[in-house]
């Protein structure tokens, strides 16, 4: 069992970075996948980037070369570094967790959300 909770968003101007953090509780958390999703306004919820167990991460095409999943195993914590921001990154931003080897950017695949925080960019 994996409890998520996210934190770190707010509101930065295009150009700028934020860093959002997923604080996870569970004692399988290590050999999880943790991955970040977003939704915007009017849109689905999208895959952002992943960090499969292992350490290999993964990233939608959309923030390659902008944005960095980390992970602290120590802490229990999973960062999603957000640089070069735009106003279409926009959206709230949800951390979840996965228990499977799948390697799934499906959302419907993850079993643990946390609630999601707001990232908005303004122009």
């Known amino acids: 069992q994996v409890q998520v909770a996210e934190s770190g968003g707010g509101l930065v101007q295009a150009g700028g970075s934020l860093r959002l953090s997923c604080a996870a509780s569970g004692r399988t958390f290590s050999s999880y996948t943790m991955a970040w999703f977003r939704q915007a306004p009017g849109k689905v919820r999208e895959f952002v980037a992943a960090?499969?167990?292992?350490?290999?991460?993964s990233y939608a095409d959309s923030v390659k070369g902008r944005f960095t999943i980390s992970r602290d195993n120590a802490g229990n914590t999973v960062y999603l570094q957000m640089n070069s921001l735009k106003p279409e990154d926009t959206a709230v931003y949800y951390c979840a967790a996965d228990r499977s080897l799948a390697r799934s950017t499906l959302h419907s695949r993850y079993d643990y959300w946390g609630q999601g925080t707001q990232v908005t960019v303004s122009s």
């Open positions: 960090s499969w167990s292992g350490g290999t991460t």
